[in-house]
């Protein structure tokens, strides 16, 4: 699940993905062109990349996926992947340009603030 917005996170996360795979794509990347390789690894692989709406449910669900719904799935589905983990740096808010720099170069996957 790639949710940053940043185009190496994404390449990153498809070069990352098993074989038969699925990427899901929760950002938006604005107006911007973004840049992946999908040559012959990517094809061979049977990779599946999917774009996800969050703010709407596509008609055919909305009878079943309740706001309440989605919302207890989502802090079961916290509990069992532990984001957390992935945070790579944790920085003050003093030190949020740098962080956002280090972001930026890809030194760095995930950045929290503590404040």
């Not at 690894?41 to 709406?53: G, L, N, Y």
């Not at 992947?81 to 944790?90: C, F, N």
Request: proline share 3%; hydrophobic share 35%; net charge positive.
């Amino acid at each position: 699940i790639e949710v940053s917005g940043n185009a190496r996170a994404l390449q990153s996360a498809i070069d990352s993905t098993s074989p038969g795979g699925r990427i899901i794509v929760g950002s938006w990347y604005g107006n911007d062109d973004v840049r992946l390789k999908l040559g012959i690894d990517f094809h061979r692989s049977r990779k599946t990349i999917k774009a996800s709406q969050v703010s709407e449910i596509p008609p055919e669900l909305r009878g079943l996926w309740t706001k309440e719904r989605r919302f207890a799935l989502t802090w079961e589905l916290m509990k069992l992947i532990r984001p957390s983990r992935l945070i790579t740096k944790t920085v003050t808010l003093d030190q949020a340009q740098e962080a956002y720099e280090l972001l930026d170069r890809g030194d760095e996957i995930s950045v929290s603030f503590r404040y």
